[in-house]
């Protein structure tokens, strides 16, 4: 078996997802780490949480691959007392490395968004709007389905804790617009290409407004349910691009959303 490193698996999904994809404000890519560096276990999840870094420490790993970039913004100082410093300094300490690929995982296809519409069972899907690549999705229902239909559908499809409907009036649903995590500003687009709902996370109340004002239905199934389903298929595909090299992959298995409905 051949020797893996970092920058052996950061290519990997950049072949999935390569970083043009990327929106300007994002952050992926390599954001702690040697690209040198040996890897014989990578511990694959959403999000670089702290009980995610105790995982991966466990495991032994030197890699997490994530979807949400752990350093998003400009920082100024490593404080070991704060959150963020706290994480990075357990990451160097342990000889963990971090990559992130985030909305250029989202557009890629066989993304976030796909492996959304399948999840959902969406048909013929393709990307939202004439753009080259896009992150939002339109798909087909094979069957039709009332508003309420749908998002019992979505939520069970998703295993999410609950669901939120955006209900803008009797008529059934046959194309749905989707996009994970907060999409909403995609709602308007997916009505002008036909969709009857969209599903999406993080939706605010005049958007909410917007849509019924515009008579699509919305299905505000959360950040996180939209978004999850990513890791599995993401540890599958990397374990199918590194078969030949000695690595092994795990994947967060006991993520949960961080809202709660009383």
Same mark, same amino acid.
């Given at each position: 078996?051949?020797?893996?490193?970092?920058?052996?698996?950061?290519?990997?999904?950049?072949?999935?997802?390569?970083?043009?994809?990327?929106?300007?404000?994002?952050?992926?890519?390599?954001?702690?780490?040697?690209?040198?560096?040996?890897?014989?276990?990578?511990?694959?999840?959403?999000?670089?949480?702290?009980?995610?870094?105790?995982?991966?420490?466990?495991?032994?790993?030197?890699?997490?691959?994530?979807?949400?970039?752990?350093?998003?913004?400009?920082?100024?100082?490593?404080?070991?007392?704060?959150?963020?410093?706290?994480?990075?300094?357990?990451?160097?300490?342990?000889?963990? +490395?971090?990559?992130?690929?985030?909305?250029?995982?989202?557009?890629?296809?066989?993304?976030?968004?796909?492996?959304?519409?399948?999840?959902?069972?969406?048909?013929?899907v393709k990307f939202?709007?004439?753009?080259?690549?896009s992150m939002g999705?339109?798909?087909?229902?094979?069957?039709?389905?009332?508003?309420?239909?749908? +998002?019992?559908?979505?939520?069970?499809?998703?295993? +999410?804790?609950?669901?939120?409907?955006?209900?803008?009036?009797?008529?059934?649903?046959?194309?749905?617009?989707?996009?994970?995590?907060?999409?909403?500003?995609?709602?308007?687009?997916?009505?002008?290409?036909?969709?009857?709902?969209?599903?999406?996370?993080?939706?605010?109340?005049?958007? +909410?407004?917007?849509?019924?004002?515009?008579?699509?239905?919305?299905?505000?199934?959360?950040?996180f349910a939209t978004?999850?389903?990513?890791?599995?298929?993401?540890?599958?595909?990397?374990?199918?691009?590194?078969?030949?090299?000695?690595?092994?992959?795990?994947?967060?298995?006991?993520?949960?959303?961080?809202?709660?409905?009383?």
């Amino acid at each position: 078996m051949r020797k893996c490193t970092v920058q052996i698996v950061a290519d990997a999904v950049n072949r999935l997802a390569p970083r043009r994809f990327a929106e300007e404000w994002d952050n992926p890519g390599l954001l702690i780490g040697d690209p040198l560096a040996e890897v014989k276990k990578i511990f694959v999840c959403l999000d670089v949480l702290d009980k995610n870094i105790s995982q991966a420490i466990e495991l032994d790993a030197q890699l997490i691959v994530a979807h949400h970039p752990l350093i998003f913004h400009a920082i100024k100082n490593v404080r070991f007392n704060l959150p963020l410093g706290n994480k990075i300094a357990r990451l160097i300490k342990n000889n963990l +490395a971090v990559f992130a690929a985030h909305t250029n995982l989202d557009s890629a296809a066989g993304g976030v968004n796909d492996v959304l519409a399948k999840k959902i069972g969406l048909v013929d899907v393709k990307f939202l709007g004439e753009e080259e690549f896009s992150m939002g999705r339109l798909g087909n229902l094979e069957m039709p389905m009332t508003a309420l239909e749908f +998002a019992k559908h979505v939520k069970k499809s998703l295993n +999410a804790d609950n669901v939120r409907l955006v209900d803008a009036g009797n008529f059934l649903i046959g194309k749905v617009g989707i996009c994970g995590g907060a999409g909403a500003d995609f709602i308007q687009k997916a009505k002008f290409f036909g969709a009857q709902a969209f599903v999406t996370g993080d939706v605010k109340y005049h958007e +909410a407004q917007a849509a019924v004002e515009n008579e699509i239905h919305v299905v505000d199934a959360g950040h996180f349910a939209t978004e999850f389903p990513i890791v599995h298929a993401l540890t599958e595909y990397l374990r199918g691009e590194l078969k030949n090299f000695d690595v092994e992959i795990f994947e967060d298995k006991t993520a949960k959303d961080f809202f709660q409905v009383i």
